[in-house]
């Protein structure tokens, strides 16, 4: 059995559906701060839903009866909230951790998959980032990242538990929350653009990103879920836009007025690009999905009011 921890959140859901279409049994583990029940409606196939936080440790025993795999997912998701709220961030994404990585190994888990972040490289000028260059966290969400990776890696070495840490680069997609005050930048610009709203950009507009659709990065998990591969991985499309263009894009899809423009926030990374050639000789990933194609299979989501 695999458990999946966040499986109520926007790539945790598309990781459970997967697994799921494979004929996989599927545990979630949840407390929907930020993920939703809703997201898992409709599922068909062996699937258990435990609705508790990550840092109980009477939940985290219960979830883990049975499984042999993790997929760890469960974290406080934002840079700026972060900075907000560091103290919480770091009892979640890095306690909680911890805590399932040490009730996964008194369980038996023979493989462990950590979610990272792509914001551990920081502002390192050195373009594609390549997982073997020094993390230089930007925010307190960077640092519980990185900190969650050295968990992993310790565990690994020290009680055999077969782990691998992914670092995704910006995903988007269907089911990812628009309306959350930290909520990311592609959902934001939808939602204004489709509601004749300016969309608004902090900074200048310039920053790159490498964005990845749902469905690709879902994949990434199951094939590093699935396999034995250790260490570091991003998870990528590999290419990389200006946040300008991007909103060009979305525009040239759904219409809409021109950006607004607000200060840099703090913590935010001006350049990102990953080099996705580790995960594909590891475990044989490679993004599929263009850009334009993963924004139109957004916006048509949204469109159809999240259905």
């Known amino acids: 059995m695999l458990l999946v921890t966040g499986g109520g959140g926007f790539i945790g859901s598309a990781v459970v559906r997967r697994f799921l279409a494979a004929g996989d049994a599927v545990r979630v583990l949840d407390n929907f701060s ?6 898992l409606d409709g599922l068909s196939g062996k699937l258990d839903v435990i609705g508790a936080d990550l840092c109980d440790p009477d939940a985290a025993r219960l979830a883990l009866r049975g499984v042999d795999r993790v997929v760890h997912l469960a974290a406080i998701p934002s840079v700026t909230r972060s900075v907000a709220d560091p103290g919480e961030t770091w009892r979640v994404n890095v306690d909680g951790t911890f805590r399932l990585l040490e ?10 998959v950590f979610t990272s972040s792509s914001s551990v490289y920081g502002d390192t000028p050195v373009l594609p980032k390549r997982e073997d260059m020094p993390v230089r966290p930007l925010s307190p969400y960077a640092a519980s990242k990185a900190a969650g990776e050295a968990v992993a890696s310790a565990y ?4 055999g538990i077969s782990a691998a840490s992914l670092r995704p680069f910006n995903v988007y997609g269907p089911r990812q929350d628009p309306g959350s005050e930290y909520a990311a930048a592609i959902p934001r610009f939808i939602t204004a653009l489709l509601g004749r709203s300016a969309p608004i950009v902090y900074g200048d507009g310039l920053q790159t ?3 990845t659709f749902v469905e690709d990065a879902a994949e990434a998990f199951e094939r ?5 591969a250790a260490g570091v991985f991003n998870v990528a499309a590999g290419g990389r836009i200006t946040v300008l263009d991007l909103i060009a894009k979305i525009r040239g ?20 690009q990953a080099d996705v050639t580790a995960a594909e000789a590891a475990f044989g990933f490679r993004a599929r999905t263009s850009l334009e194609d993963g924004l ?3 916006v048509d989501w949204f469109r159809g009011g999240g259905r």
């Open 34 to 39: 930020t993920g939703y029940r809703h997201n």
């Open 156 to 159: 690994a070495a020290s009680f």
């Open 253 to 272: 899809i759904c219409g809409g007025p021109e950006p607004e423009f607000l200060p840099r926030r703090p913590g935010d990374v001006l350049h990102s």
């Open 296 to 298: 139109r299979r957004t």
């Open 224 to 228: 590093a879920a699935r396999s034995e």
């Open 103 to 112: 009730a996964a190994r008194r369980a038996g888990v023979k493989r462990f």
């Open 209 to 211: 990103r490498d964005f």
